[in-house]
Nanobody, 120 residues
């Protein structure tokens, strides 16, 4: 069983930035997902083990950046120009078999999530 632990969430004003981290041991494709109250969980970004096959949801493209440091077993989601609609519980996930994975079902392990709240 792989344990994923997110950190870095918090409350910011619109236009601000946050940096989310996920402690992610192992050679997995990693993804970030988010779920707002009353909404379904949605894909945010993904990166494969080698740091390639990076994809973003259209809603965050140009504002969010995903990266990883395998020496530190860490995946980072840098979020800039935050909007109130980015408010959600952000979770990282690990996929054993897929690269460029954007579907929930392609991921095998999930963290508990970290809350991001953006006020207008």
């Amino acid at each position: 069983q792989v344990q994923l632990v997110e950190s870095g969430g918090g409350s910011v004003q619109a236009g601000g930035s946050l940096r989310l981290s996920c402690a992610a041991p192992g050679r997995y494709t990693m993804g970030w997902f988010r779920q707002a109250p009353g909404k379904e969980r949605e894909f945010v970004a993904t990166i494969n083990w080698m740091g390639g096959n990076i994809y973003y949801a259209d809603s965050v493209k140009g504002r969010f950046t995903i990266s990883r440091d395998n020496a530190k077993s860490t995946v980072v989601l840098l979020m800039n120009s935050l909007k109130p609609e980015d408010t959600a519980l952000y979770s990282c996930a690990a996929s054993r078999y897929y690269s460029g994975a954007y579907a929930i079902g392609q991921y095998d392990y999930w963290g508990q999530g970290t809350q991001v709240t953006v006020s207008s």
